[in-house]
């Protein structure tokens, strides 16, 4: 009988209740997306003829003097103050009562839309686009001054509406090239409008359904032809809240299919106007055919016709013009397109309050100009139609009045100083970072090549309804800087927010509890059976195998020539070895020939091979000359980087082999020896976070160099040192490689201060080095990790080796002081040496407080010396430039942090959130720079708080095991151990200030220091 502690079951239903959990995560998302469907995610952009204004379809006989005077008439009288007219083409050209009727249209001070259809004698059927151009063309020569826009055709989708032939997207959309041409030619200023497409949901050959007519239309390529698509979101017989989108469906969302089509097809900057809407309401005892419309009563028509235009005002800010239907038809009594009608009832009044000029503005995008109810304007601002408005001293300001959720402003930005203070209701804009003045939207380009006008976010999840926002200029004279004013409106989410955050925790819950029981379950019965059902194959399966098998066949003449192989290089010696892969890297890397150095690459590849741990020597070695790219195939690599991923590739191969060779003689070496310890598992966790925060970043592009050359392959480094079985020997080759890189980098700086050459003049005149780095300040941050170590080995170390080092620790040390870097000089540097220091004399047995005592003194002499030479005292005051500079920087980035609390900007985004949105005015004389100059703000900024807690605990790993290796190690390796715990405290000290991870170098030195750690910690080396 199963034993139930120990069954296999309920870790399963744990595992079932994390995966509902995680789908039901999906179910509560699409929930939301239902809800917010078609309205649009970012704050809405200009767009030509965007924004809902309601207007009016009539049916207007010009033959009919009288009549269409007196509906004229009314509908000015209700308020209304466009409408949209059907013009039907007649090839005689008689513009005799249209003329009367245009000018009648002007004398009531209305604005028309013309609608331009081909002719109800023939049931509209198509006409020669070359005849009905023509026609077009004349109309708008002839109404051109009194018409912005113009409408071609109506329901091309319906047979009944061309020539009851079948809907043809392509011969519509040939007739339709033509006409906007023609009205082009006669109008250039004419606003394009396709055919409002007729709601249905057949699919062909009569009738063909609205967003499918759209597509086609999209694919006959005539989407630079319109400026507007046109559907008729009829409500039929459901109310305007119901939001269902679907191709079945008949109802006032429909418009939204056709609104993602223009989506799919990059026609976002586009609007769509409503031809025809509305609910049919016809009287008590119709007698009349019956509407294909759906029918509502009369209250109801008014209800759901106010709350429809409302709902398109706050959600669709690309809806357009929005056609009633009707004032009143044409035909017959008995026609049921009598019940749209509004003339002589309530809800043309209710309309025309509606719509009148409001004091408020809704969402959608809103251009800057002074003749707005909207916007109150003060101080000396210019207006222009083309750019917007343009303060002209400081302290100018806008008042704006709006009806949302969130807000923006759509401003230019280039490599000025200036920016706006903008608050909501009284308050900061919620959206925007803080300084002394308030809430600040910068007006500096991320990239100082940039000069664009971009639409900002100020202020979003406002409570909805009504706010008034405030804008004072500051610096941001004649740069015409404001375009104008974007209202967005988003659904709550806070309700889809919690139900997510509990059934993650749910899951998560699951999950351990599915881990926890797992551990203790009987899995052995189960993978039995699975064994026996694996091994029942079907003869596809054996030709698989016997594929897999072949494959086997022919690596195994690899295997043993492999084996001879590396026993002839085994017995070349190590001197031999390592010059011959020092000798196919260098022609690698020098070589100007493509073939030369794909071959010297193969070479170095074979010999890595044979030796991986001379592969890490070479990249311990160029840890520093990451700077010098080599470029293949039109791409850059760093030297660092291809030796790394040669290998990586050399090892895995080998890996890969070994395991092949062994696999049926030594069961007991596919074993994985490399437990995992606490900081490979840090490692990890900061590797995690950092690819996560890929998916949060704006400036994808940067982020993923970083995220390669700076988290992805130092890490591989690290676990290649994990991975390899080292010997001492090895060890210590790869270690004389990373000091002997750092001699070469101090080599080559003291050389360029003798000689004066590409040295870096501070601002106090201080010329100092920077060697093959850009800055001196990098200079000093790569030495200053190794001089703890060279002085640990010269007070500490035994034979030949101390004496070495002790002399490499003179030029090293000299050049870390040419840099004058100030980190370095007062931090870094007297805190790491104090404690090399401290652990040498407790090691000899001598007293410590002399030594703290002269530590002391000769600071002090130093800083009074400092304090005499004008250079170097400019660089110490904290109330210089730099000082003044470093605490606006750490209150920007702790503003950045703040605002992006979980993942942060992203890496390598730091330089474009820092100058595009959070320096400082009073910081605006550095504005380039790439990183906050604290190693706590740097995790929090670039990865938010998950990457601060994973850099925190990586750092800790580090700590913990360099204050343990001393007591552990008596052998030649204790100076090292004591000199990783001298670099440590130079890596934190000088990190307050300064860089210290998110470079290529100091990310490799960590990982390589930090796997000597564990290399130290693991192997136990006591040697005397």
Not at 183 to 196: E, K
Not at 482 to 488: A, K, T
Not at 570 to 576: A, D, N, V
Not at 902 to 931: C, S, T
Request: hydrophobic share 45%; proline share 5%.
């Amino acid at each position: 009988m199963c034993d139930r502690r120990r069954s296999p079951v309920i870790s399963i239903i744990f595992v079932s209740i994390a995966i509902v959990s995680s789908l039901s995560i999906g179910a509560v998302q699409a929930r939301y997306k239902f809800l917010a469907r078609g309205i649009p995610a970012n704050l809405p952009e200009p767009m030509a003829g965007a924004g809902p204004k309601l207007g009016i379809n009539t049916y207007l006989d010009p033959d009919d003097a009288a009549a269409f005077q007196e509906t004229l008439a009314a509908i000015a009288a209700a308020g209304i103050k466009t409408i949209k007219q059907s013009f039907f083409y007649d090839e005689k050209f008689d513009w005799q009562a249209t003329d009367r009727l245009m000018a009648s249209i002007e004398q009531n001070e209305l604005t028309i839309i013309p609608l331009l259809d081909g002719s109800p004698t023939d049931n509209y059927a198509a006409i020669n686009p070359k005849a009905f151009a023509l026609w077009t063309e004349e109309f708008a020569g002839r109404y051109g001054d009194q018409i912005g826009a113009y409408i071609i055709w109506d329901e091309p989708n319906l047979s009944e509406h061309w020539g009851n032939q079948p809907a043809d997207p392509a011969e519509y959309a040939a007739l339709f090239s033509a006409a906007s041409a023609a009205i082009r030619g006669a109008d250039p200023a004419a606003f394009i409008v396709t055919a409002p497409l007729a709601p249905t949901i057949e699919t062909g050959p009569q009738n063909l359904a609205d967003h499918l007519f759209l597509q086609a239309l999209y694919d006959a390529g005539i989407g630079q032809s319109f400026d507007a698509a046109a559907g008729k979101p009829y409500g039929f017989d459901v109310p305007p809240d119901d939001r269902t989108v679907d191709g079945e469906t008949l109802n006032f969302s429909r418009v939204i299919l056709l609104r993602e089509v223009m989506d799919r097809y990059g026609d976002q900057m586009k609007p769509i106007w409503a031809g025809n809407w509305g609910w049919n309401s016809l009287p008590p005892g119709w007698n009349g055919e019956a509407s294909i419309w759906g029918q509502v009563e009369e209250v109801t028509q008014t209800e759901w016709t106010i709350k429809a235009f409302n709902r398109a005002r706050l959600e669709w800010p690309w809806m357009g013009y929005m056609f009633l239907e009707n004032w009143e038809p044409a035909g017959l009594s008995t026609d049921p397109l009598w019940g749209f009608s509004i003339a002589d009832s309530s809800l043309a009044g209710d309309l025309a309050h509606l719509d009148i000029t409001s004091d408020i503005a809704w969402p959608g995008f809103h251009p800057a100009d002074e003749g707005q109810s909207t916007q109150d304007y003060s101080g000396a601002w210019r207006f222009s139609p083309d750019y917007g408005a343009d303060s002209s001293h400081p302290g100018d300001d806008v008042t704006f009045r709006f009806w949302g959720s969130d807000v923006g402003l759509r401003v230019r930005r280039s490599d000025v100083r200036g920016r706006f203070y903008v608050s909501v209701d009284g308050e900061p804009a919620n959206d925007l970072p803080h300084d002394e003045n308030g809430a600040a939207l910068l007006l500096t380009s991320a990239d100082p090549a940039e000069n664009i006008i971009t639409t900002e976010t100020v202020a979003r999840n406002l409570q909805l309804g009504e706010h008034t926002l405030t804008i004072t200029s500051l610096l941001a004279t004649d740069q015409w800087s404001m375009s104008g004013f974007s209202v967005g409106y988003r659904p709550p989410a806070g309700s889809f927010v919690w139900q997510q955050i509990t059934l993650v925790a749910v899951a998560a819950v699951a999950i351990a509890l599915a881990i926890c029981t797992g551990r203790r379950a009987r899995w052995d019965k189960s993978c039995r059976w699975l064994s026996e059902r694996y091994y029942r194959l079907n003869q596809r399966g054996q030709l698989m195998l016997t594929a897999l098998s072949a494959i086997l066949v022919a690596i195994s003449g690899w295997l043993t020539w492999g084996e001879q192989a590396a026993g002839v290089y085994r017995r070349l010696g190590e001197g031999t070895q390592l010059a011959l892969t020092a000798a196919a890297a260098s022609i690698f890397y020098i070589s100007p020939s493509f073939l030369l150095y794909l071959t010297a690459l193969s070479i170095l590849f074979v010999l890595v091979y044979f030796r991986p741990a001379w592969g890490l020597a070479l990249v311990a070695f160029s840890i520093p000359f990451h700077v010098k790219p080599k470029v293949l195939l039109g791409y850059r690599f760093s030297p660092v980087e291809i030796f790394l991923l040669v290998t990586l590739g050399a090892f895995a191969l080998r890996s890969v082999l070994d395991y092949l060779r062994q696999r049926t003689t030594d069961s007991e070496s596919r074993r994985w020896r490399h437990k995992l310890v606490t900081a490979d598992w840090s490692v990890i966790l900061l590797t995690l976070v950092a690819t996560l925060s890929l998916f949060f970043t704006e400036r994808l592009s940067v982020a993923t160099n970083e995220w390669r050359v700076v988290i992805l392959e130092p890490a591989i480094f690290y676990f290649l040192l994990r991975l390899m079985r080292l010997n001492e020997r090895e060890m210590w080759v790869i270690f004389d490689a990373f000091v002997a890189a750092g001699f070469i980098v101090a080599i080559i700086g003291l050389g360029q201060y003798i000689t004066g050459q590409n040295l870096i003049t501070s601002e106090a005149g201080l010329m100092r080095i920077r060697s093959i780095f850009g800055s001196p300040n990098n200079v000093a941050l790569y030495l200053g990790r190794i001089i703890p170590i060279l002085l640990a080995l010269a007070l500490m170390g035994r034979d030949r080796r101390r004496t070495i080092y002790a002399i490499l620790l003179i030029p090293i040390a000299l050049a870390s002081i040419l840099t004058f870097s100030k980190g370095a000089l007062f931090l870094g540097l007297p805190m790491s040496l104090m404690v090399v220091v401290l652990y040498w004399r407790r090691s000899v047995g001598g007293r410590i407080w002399p030594w703290l005592a002269g530590a002391v003194l000769l600071g002090l002499f130093a800083l009074t010396l400092t304090l005499q030479i004008p250079e170097l005292s400019a660089r110490l005051d904290p109330r210089g430039e730099t000082g003044i500079f470093r605490l606006n920087l750490w209150r920007s980035s702790l503003n950045m942090f703040l605002d992006h609390p979980l993942f942060g900007v992203g890496l390598d985004n730091f330089l474009y959130e820092y100058r595009g949105r959070y320096i400082l005015d009073a910081a605006w004389k550095e504005p380039n720079l790439n990183h906050p100059h604290n190693i706590f703000l740097d995790f929090a900024t670039r990865l938010g708080m998950l990457g601060l807690l994973a850099g925190v605990w990586l750092f800790w790993n580090y700590f913990n095991l360099a204050r343990k290796l001393p007591k552990q190690v008596i052998s030649a390796w204790r100076p090292v151990t004591v000199g990783l715990l001298g670099s440590f405290v130079y890596i934190i000290a000088h990190g307050l200030v300064d860089h210290s991870f998110f470079l290529t170098d100091l990310a490799y030195t960590f990982y390589f220091l930090l796997g000597l750690a564990v290399w130290l910690n693991k192997v136990k080396i006591s040697i005397e």
